[in-house]
T-cell receptor, first 114, second 111 residues
Framework: GENVEQHPSTLSVQEGDSAVIKCTYS??????FPWYKQELGKGPQLIID?????GEKKDQRIAVTLNKTAKHFSLHITETQPEDSAVYFC?????????????FGKGTSLLVTP | EAGVAQSPRYKIIEKRQSVAFWCNPI?????LYWYQQILGQGPKLLIQ????????DSQLPKDRFSAERLKGVDSTLKIQPAKLEDSAVYLC?????????FGEGSWLTVV
């Protein structure tokens, strides 16, 4: 099955700096790569996703890059703010007629200090 | 648009007791998922439904876990008997096409 590795497990940055989280996946058939943000006591919330037919996607301060050859993808957050502090999860899955069953990384705890 | 609803939010039970969690997905979402999230880890898929049929339950511990989705809408996840290692957050999620939406989760503590 699919194995998703995520690094680092913890990340501390100062407000205004950039944060980068990296993930690798094992199954070359995976073609959908979402990123979720989870705040304490809440469920994961989708923040951005990318499909295998594109190499980069950006949404305001958040961007994701995908390298299919190397089987890795990364989340980039620019101009970080204290409210970006949370646990971030990457995931990978294959598209199927029955939907996407996500395989998650172990998460990165991001702390943005003022 | 209402999100994925789950109940109860919190439950504390003794080992060997039973517990049931309920999920109401977003209206119109044919696919429903139950994930288990142990503290400090990413969510792990337990079971996936497409309408009221099971698509994938390969990681569901069937000797103690069961799930159903009657009429292709609401779903229940049951654990009987519970073990200490079942302490986790149980997340329900649903999707129509590509985007998967999660509920707030049901926190289970087994003592």
């Amino acid at each position: 099955g699919e194995n998703v590795e995520q690094h680092p497990s913890t990340l501390s940055v100062q407000e205004g700096d950039s944060a980068v989280i990296k993930c690798t996946y094992s199954d070359s058939a995976s073609n959908y790569f979402p990123w979720y943000k989870q705040e304490l006591g809440k469920g994961p919330q989708l923040i951005i996703d990318i499909r295998s037919n594109v190499g980069e996607k950006k949404d305001q301060r958040i961007a994701v890059t995908l390298n299919k050859t190397a089987k890795h993808f990364s989340l980039h957050i620019t101009e970080t703010q204290p409210e970006d502090s949370a646990v971030y999860f990457c995931a990978a899955s294959q598209n199927s007629n029955s939907g996407y069953a996500l395989n998650f990384g172990k998460g990165t705890s991001l702390l943005v200090t003022p | 648009e209402a999100g994925v609803a789950q109940s109860p939010r919190y439950k504390i039970i003794e080992k060997r007791q039973s517990v049931a969690f309920w999920c109401n997905p977003i209206s119109g979402h044919a696919t429903l998922y139950w994930y288990q999230q142990i503290l400090g880890q990413g969510p792990k898929l337990l079971i996936q439904f497409q309408n009221n049929g099971v698509v994938d339950d390969s990681q569901l511990p069937k000797d103690r876990f069961s799930a159903e989705r009657l009429k292709g809408v609401d779903s229940t996840l049951k654990i009987q008997p519970a073990k200490l290692e079942d302490s986790a957050v149980y997340l329900c999620a649903s999707s129509f096409t590509n985007t998967i939406y999660f509920g707030e989760g049901s926190w289970l503590t087994v003592v």
